[in-house]
């Protein structure tokens, strides 16, 4: 099996009937902006090439964002905040995201998610985190070969995330680090890195800033072996 194999799978996932009513009235029910779009409404796979060095993973799809276009961090202010700082350091095509089907290339990094549907309140419960584990196990299983960093946002994605890389057969220190914003663990050949959630909780109000997200992903660019802009 393969990523694209994997990601066919993973958008026809039925396992959680909350997020399945949730994601799919969403879809029907539209925001008054979007009227005209028929929204994707399954889960969302990952984005970017099968040989990255370089992995983000964030929380879950946005109900009007990822759960729209069907593609991670893409049609919301998150994603607007995260691809323009991974075009202003080289690693993506352009600083936008507004579609599947936009050009948008990533370079050397892979976005994901611990959670693959978009929940209501953007608040999976644990069980749901749970059930959608093993898709993320599967995917870092398959990165393994070229994957020398990952940049987890959030401490939802941090703890979601944990297990899963014990699970694709990295060492993961025990007790389990704390998520902290700036946070370096190795996991015995992968370099984890923390960073505060791009919401707009935290752009808005400062507690994450250009600055501050620039310079995680730089530092985490570096240790997978990705070059950088000044």
């Keep these: 099996m393969n990523l ?7 958008t026809g996932c039925r396992a959680c009937p909350r997020l399945v009513a949730w ?29 990255a060095s370089l992995l983000i ?10 759960n729209r276009t069907g593609r991670m961090f893409t049609g919301d202010r998150s994603g607007d905040v995260l691809y323009e700082a991974l075009y202003d350091i080289g690693l993506a095509s352009q600083p936008t995201a507004v579609s599947a089907d936009d050009g948008l290339e990533l370079y050397g990094l892979r976005i994901t998610s611990p959670v693959r549907c978009a929940p ?68 015995g050949g992968l370099d984890l890195f923390g960073c505060f959630h791009v919401s707009q909780r935290n752009t808005f109000t400062g507690k994450l800033t250009p600055a501050m997200l620039r310079g995680v992903l730089r530092t985490a660019a570096g240790a997978a072996g990705l070059p950088t802009t000044p």
């Design 23 to 51: 994601r799919e009235e969403v879809a029907r029910t539209k925001r008054a902006a979007f009227a005209d779009w028929t929204y994707w409404g399954r889960p969302v796979p990952g984005f970017g090439p099968a040989d």
């Design 120 to 187: 209501p309140a953007n608040k999976p419960t644990p069980e749901e985190r749970d059930t959608c584990r093993s898709w993320l196990v599967e995917e870092l299983t398959l990165l393994r070969p070229t994957l020398r960093a990952v940049v987890v946002l959030g401490a939802f994605g941090w703890q979601a995330a944990l297990p899963a890389f014990a699970a694709a057969g990295w060492q993961v220190p025990r007790p389990r680090p704390a998520f902290g914003h700036g946070t370096q663990v190795s996991l």
């Design 57 to 66: 993973i964030g929380l879950a799809p946005a109900a009007h964002g990822a």
């Design 4 to 10: 694209s194999d994997l990601d066919h799978r993973i």
